[in-house]
Nanobody, 119 residues
Framework: QVQLVESGGGLVQPGGSLRLDCAASGSIFRIYAMGWYRQAPGKQRELVAITSDGPTNYADSVKGRFTISRDNAKNTVYLQMNSLKPEDTAVYYC??????????????WGQGTQVTVSS
């Protein structure tokens, strides 16, 4: 199995910055992609950013403000969020498309971390 642990959420004023970290651990055979999703109250979960061996993809709403990066040696993905807006308020979830030594390739999810942008 693969476990994902997120950190870095919190309360920030509009225009501020936060960085989210997500570390994967467990019996990891290979991680194909890692990314971040978010879910605001009353809305569906949406993709924020994802990185793999291919191109990095961002939601249109965060392009130019958020940057995703990955440290393969540490099995960790980061989301640097700048110029935050109140509409970025949501629970942010880490996702990994991964294969473990004990399971087939599938999606794994973190527990979620709250990001609140408010003055």
């Amino acid at each position: 199995q693969v476990q994902l642990v997120e950190s870095g959420g919190g309360l920030v004023q509009p225009g501020g910055s936060l960085r989210l970290d997500c570390a994967a651990s467990g019996s990891i055979f290979r991680i194909y992609a890692m990314g971040w999703y978010r879910q605001a109250p009353g809305k569906q979960r949406e993709l924020v950013a994802i990185t793999s061996d291919g191109p990095t993809n961002y939601a249109d709403s965060v392009k130019g403000r958020f940057t995703i990066s990955r440290d393969n040696a540490k099995n960790t993905v980061y989301l640097q969020m700048n110029s935050l807006k109140p509409e970025d308020t949501a629970v942010y979830y880490c996702n990994a498309d991964a294969e473990s030594y004990s399971d087939y390739r599938r999606d794994y999810w973190g527990q979620g971390t709250q990001v609140t942008v408010s003055s």
